[in-house]
């Protein structure tokens, strides 16, 4: 079983649609979780962290659910520039990053 | 941008070649993370540097090996290529080992032939 493990998508929605990208984790110790973005063919960058109350970024809003171990992201009012592959990552203890393997999102005009 | 380069942004190597790939950290950055992307997958954490040491290695074989310098730019060498070996190297620095937020460069394309 993947340590993390995402919907490899593609989610194609039109432009002004609200989607939600959902990914599970295996290790319960982990402690932090994030949504980086990556474009195609470029490198992933941070999206937002992801904390267990909740948080929200303009569009873009993440929840974490510990006891589920499951970390979910919303995305409301779709922009073409939205278009994206949307990875799910996690951090246990001081280990680097694990990544999901990505959930690819085409926003249609 | 993130401030972390990478070089080269290419490459082409035989199956058997030895390959060195370099990345200089953001200013002040003293950790330095390595990571494979295959294509359609998600990076794969490969090792970490810290204050010129390796910190931690994931699920790859020794012929990946790597080095941090003073300056605390690192270098990822691989040897004995192998076609599975094709893919987008990435390094990542982060101000302190642990810490949250990871900056990652361009990445270098590797292709094996």
């Known amino acids: 079983r993947k340590e993390v493990e995402q919907d490899p998508g593609p989610f194609n929605v039109p432009e002004g649609a609200t989607v939600a990208f959902n990914c599970t984790y295996s290790n319960s110790a982990s402690q932090s979780f994030f949504w980086y973005r990556q474009d195609c063919r470029k490198e992933p960058k941070l999206l937002m962290s992801?904390?267990?109350s909740g948080n929200e970024d303009g569009r873009f809003t993440a929840q974490l659910n510990r006891a589920s171990q499951y970390i979910s992201l919303l995305i409301r009012d779709s922009k073409l520039s939205d278009s994206a592959t949307y990875l799910c990552?996690?951090?246990?203890?001081?280990?680097?990053?694990?990544f999901g393997s990505g959930t690819r999102l085409q926003v249609q005009p | 941008e993130t401030g972390v380069t990478q070089s080269p942004t290419h490459l082409i190597k035989t199956r058997g070649q030895q390959v060195t790939l370099r990345c200089s950290s953001q200013?002040?950055?003293?950790?330095v993370s390595w990571y494979q992307q295959a294509l359609g997958q998600g990076p794969q954490f490969i090792f970490q540097?810290?204050?010129?040491?390796?910190?931690g290695r994931g699920n790859f074989p020794p012929r990946f090996s790597g080095l941090q310098f003073p300056n605390y730019s690192s270098e990822l060498n691989v040897n004995a290529l192998e076609l599975d070996d094709s893919a987008l190297y990435l390094c990542?620095?982060?101000?302190?080992?642990?810490?949250?937020?990871?900056?990652f460069g361009p990445g270098t394309r590797l292709t094996v032939t």
């Open positions: 990542a620095s982060s101000l302190e080992q642990g810490r949250d937020e990871q900056y």
């Open positions: 540097y810290y204050r010129e040491e390796e910190n």
């Open positions: 200013s002040g950055h003293n950790t």
């Open positions: 992801v904390y267990s």
């Open positions: 990552v996690v951090r246990t203890g001081r280990r680097a990053l694990t």
